[in-house]
């Protein structure tokens, strides 16, 4: 089993900067691929990014509305992923949730994915 926790997440200013962290507990050695979903009220979950690991080669996938502004990394020895938010728009204001892929790959499909954490509140005042 693995848990995910997010942190990290807060109220800010348009183009201010967030970094939200995800932190992976259990088996860890299970997970080959990560991603980020937002949720705003009363929208669909949207995808953000994502990365996978598998075979030493790390691949990174952006939602269209963050690239240039988003960035993922990876401490593999703290099992944590960060999304670092520059840059931020009101438009990112959601819950952001980090989850573990069913596969070695990315996705930006949620159904991909089969272990959520509890979410992080981004607000972005104007």
């Known amino acids: 089993q693995v848990l995910l926790e997010e942190s990290g997440g807060g109220l800010v200013q348009a183009g201010d900067s967030l970094r939200l962290s995800c932190a992976a507990s259990?088996?860890?050695?299970?997970?080959?691929?990560m991603g980020w979903f937002r949720q705003a009220p009363g929208k669909e979950r949207e995808f953000v990014a994502a990365?996978?690991?598998?075979?030493?080669?790390?691949?990174?996938d952006y939602g269209d509305s963050v690239k240039g502004r988003f960035t993922l990394s990876r401490d593999s020895a703290q099992n944590t992923v960060y999304l670092q938010m520059n840059s931020l728009r009101p438009e990112d204001t959601a819950v952001y949730y980090c989850?573990?892929?069913?596969?070695?790959?990315?996705?930006?499909?949620?159904?991909?994915?089969?272990?959520w954490g509890q979410g992080t509140q981004v607000s972005v005042s104007s």
């Open positions: 990365v996978s690991w598998r075979r030493h080669i790390t691949y990174y």
């Open positions: 989850a573990k892929s069913r596969t070695d790959w990315t996705s930006q499909a949620s159904d991909d994915y089969d272990t």
């Open positions: 259990g088996r860890t050695d299970t997970i080959y691929a």
